[in-house]
């Protein structure tokens, strides 16, 4: 393993030879060091995946040069190119469709690729030195700490994963912040999926024309709460009319959470329990039908101070019957109220949250 100072006359030039001949290196940018690879390259994409110790089918994000290069991989969308326009170069991952033109699982599983522009100096001269994009995930092994020095990403690998590295850029500790802001772009309206370094508000409202479509939106929705699973009780507070798709947009939440089971409406019941990992724990997912409930006791009845304690994901529909025990509980859980109206056209759903 090479160890390579960025003020050498030939620095450039050996980054790129390990680059082009599959090699993996560790770089330090605006927010934490990160693993590049050729983001094009089959084998050097699986000795990445191999490092990361990644099974669960994670998406990677690339670092592109600029917007040109930007557009050789992915769709650039009107919402995108307003996003690029006021967030990059920046500590900021924008997500578009993929044109499939990097290695496999690069792309995520709907096809979408998340793209960096660095306001790294370092980071750009690499990528416009290399001609192509290189990946832009963190350098530290899956599920460890961020790695704000070399020594966090060293302190954390077997001998194993050393010997994947083929090369360091040590600038010594890096100023400990987030991680980069991640902003879903492939719909009306830029999505948060997760803030980080860049704080980045953006208005959550969007026109479903279907079904699938409010099954995609409830997806999103509970991504945006991903850094709370297993952390928090979060609770989507779901109002809207008789047949306006609550239980379509419960169902989007449950795809996010990998939960394989039918999702159907607990009218009857009032309650219905799944589950789903998160941090390597077993967490509930609650769906309720607050429709025949009278009295805010009768959601305590249900196990409501339990679900709270175990950090449960709690769908509630017709959620605006609970109102007042939800306001009492907000300090202790995420609540996110999610209102669904019929737009002008029958099939149509205005959603926001």
């Avoid at 010997?163 to 980069?180: K, M």
Wanted: net charge negative.
């Amino acid at each position: 393993m090479n160890v390579l100072i960025p003020s050498s006359i030939d620095f450039l030039s050996q980054v790129v030879h390990i680059l082009s001949s599959g090699g993996m290196i560790i770089y330090p940018t605006e927010t934490t060091y990160g693993l590049g690879v050729d983001a094009t390259n089959e084998r050097a994409v699986q000795k990445l995946l191999q490092y990361k110790k990644r099974r669960d089918g994670k998406p990677l994000s690339i670092a592109v040069a600029d917007i040109q290069m930007a557009e050789k991989y992915v769709v650039l969308n009107n919402v995108a190119r307003n996003v690029y326009k006021q967030f990059l170069p920046g500590p900021v991952t924008v997500i578009s469709s993929g044109k499939h033109r990097v290695a496999t699982f690069v792309e995520s599983n709907h096809g979408t690729l998340g793209i960096r522009i660095s306001s790294y100096p370092l980071v750009n001269e690499i990528v416009y030195a290399f001609g192509k994009p290189i990946t832009a995930t963190g350098a530290n092994a899956s599920d460890q700490k961020r790695p704000y020095s070399i020594v966090d990403v060293f302190s954390f690998l077997d001998d194993t994963q050393q010997n994947l590295i083929d090369a360091v850029i040590d600038v010594g500790e890096l100023p400990h912040v987030e991680p980069s802001t991640i902003i879903d772009t492939t719909l009306d309206n830029p999505i948060i999926l997760r803030q980080g370094a860049s704080p980045v508000h953006a208005k959550n409202e969007f026109i479903s024309h279907s079904v699938d479509r409010t099954k995609e939106l409830g997806e999103l929705c509970a991504l945006q709460q991903k850094n709370h699973f297993g952390h928090k009780p979060i609770i989507f507070a779901l109002r809207g009319e008789m047949g306006a798709g609550k239980t379509q947009f419960v169902k989007g939440i449950a795809s996010a959470l990998k939960i394989a089971r039918t999702i159907s409406s607990p009218t009857y019941v009032l309650c219905k329990e799944y589950q789903f990992e998160a941090e390597g724990k077993i967490i509930p997912c609650i769906h309720i039908d607050a429709w025949r409930l009278s009295e805010e006791h009768e959601l305590f009845s249900l196990g409501f101070e339990k679900m709270l304690q175990e950090n449960a994901v709690i769908a509630i529909e017709w959620a605006d019957r609970t109102m007042s025990a939800l306001e009492r509980i907000e300090r202790e859980a995420v609540v996110v109220w999610v209102n669904i109206a019929v737009g002008s056209c029958e099939n149509d759903r205005v959603i926001s949250w």
